[in-house]
């Protein structure tokens, strides 16, 4: 098994929402997980991480208001949901196990990486 594995990917339309899965290992779902995405043209941005023996969340101000990562421990997978879809949104959404998501920094301390779920866009 992957340590990290997305699903969920696909096309949606524009001003709908998407929800995207992430499926890890026991021994690759850590204390922090985020989610990264990789649109055509820029690089890879973080959209989003939770703390999940809490349930905090932190986002971007670029991603605050659209976007909901949840999660299940129990099954040891996140979740990230993206409503009022934009053409923008396109692009390949990574998950990750961090270091830490308590921080500015924490896109800077990815411990391991899924291999990405692609998402496109239709208006």
């Known amino acids: 098994q992957a340590p990290l594995m997305e699903s969920g990917g696909g096309s949606v339309q524009a001003g709908g929402s998407l929800k995207l899965s992430c499926k890890a290992s026991?021994?690759?779902?850590?204390?922090?997980m985020g989610w990264f995405r990789q649109v055509p043209g820029k690089g890879r941005e973080g959209v989003g991480c939770?703390?999940?023996?809490?349930?905090?969340?932190f986002y971007p101000d670029s991603m605050k208001g659209r976007v909901t990562i949840s999660h299940d421990n129990a099954e040891t997978t996140v979740f990230l949901q993206i409503n009022s879809v934009k053409p923008e949104d396109a692009g390949m959404y990574s998950c990750a196990s961090l270091y830490d998501c308590y921080s500015d920094s924490w896109s800077d301390t990815v411990v391991d990486w899924g291999q990405g779920t692609q998402v496109t866009v239709s208006s």
């Open positions: 939770i703390y999940t023996p809490e349930g905090r969340t």
């Open positions: 026991r021994h690759a779902y850590r204390d922090s």
